[in-house]
């Protein structure tokens, strides 16, 4: 693909390659540590009301691997979760699927309100509502695949069209955004390289060392 692009456009046409992988695997890392935290805490709280209120409850390790693969599908994930816990539970007692559900409630609520912000927030910044429109028109199109990659689509959508604005508006695109080569970019992006940057803000903020 990149040969039917014209020479002048071709290193472009790399760098949005680039960050696209790079979005794609900030992603993908962050999907993995909130599995693992949402099979962890699953696995924990089930076992500890079921020893504490004495509820019987089976398959437990089952039901936080679950809740953890689950936390791959955006939105629908946590209900997905809850729906055999909660087949186990009427099995047992209206105790038992009250105090499920009240656990599943929980940690829903952690989720939302504590893992995904700070996870995500350090991995992809990108708009909820954008996410929904290309999840439902992904999953209409590729299935549940549409279903599992619509975060990434979405934040390689928001990618594109910030690009398209710096060239549309006839802006210069900020250093961080610019074509770079591999040693360039490692260059850009280190430690030492960073720190001039942060002082060279920093001296430009104080008028007497300007």
Not at 52 to 65: K, P, S
Not at 66 to 90: K, S, T
Not at 125 to 130: D, M, R
Not at 172 to 179: F, L
Request: charged share 15%.
């Amino acid at each position: 693909m990149r040969s039917f692009f014209p020479n002048e456009w071709k290193r472009e046409y790399d760098h949005i390659i680039h960050e696209a992988y790079q979005i794609v695997g900030k992603w993908a890392k962050g999907q993995a540590i909130l599995s693992l935290a949402i099979f962890s805490l699953t696995f924990v709280a089930l076992h500890f009301v079921n020893i504490v209120f004495d509820l019987g409850l089976t398959n437990i390790f089952t039901l936080a691997l679950l809740a953890g693969l689950l936390e791959n599908v955006p939105y629908l994930g946590p209900l997905l979760a809850l729906i055999p816990a909660l087949a186990i539970a009427l099995g047992i007692s209206t105790k038992a699927t009250i105090i499920v559900v009240i656990v599943y409630i929980c940690i829903q609520q952690i989720e939302n309100n504590l893992l995904v912000p700070k996870v995500m927030s350090k991995t992809l910044s990108i708009s909820s509502l954008l996410t929904l429109l290309v999840m439902l028109v992904a999953t209409g199109a590729f299935g549940i695949l549409g279903t599992l990659l619509a975060v990434p689509f979405t934040a390689v959508i928001e990618l594109l069209y910030r690009r398209w604005q710096f060239y549309k508006n006839g802006e210069e695109i900020p250093p961080e955004y610019q074509v770079k080569s591999y040693f360039e970019r490692r260059a850009y992006n280190s430690l030492f390289a960073k720190s001039l940057r942060s002082l060279r803000r920093l001296t430009q903020k104080i008028p007497y060392l300007r």
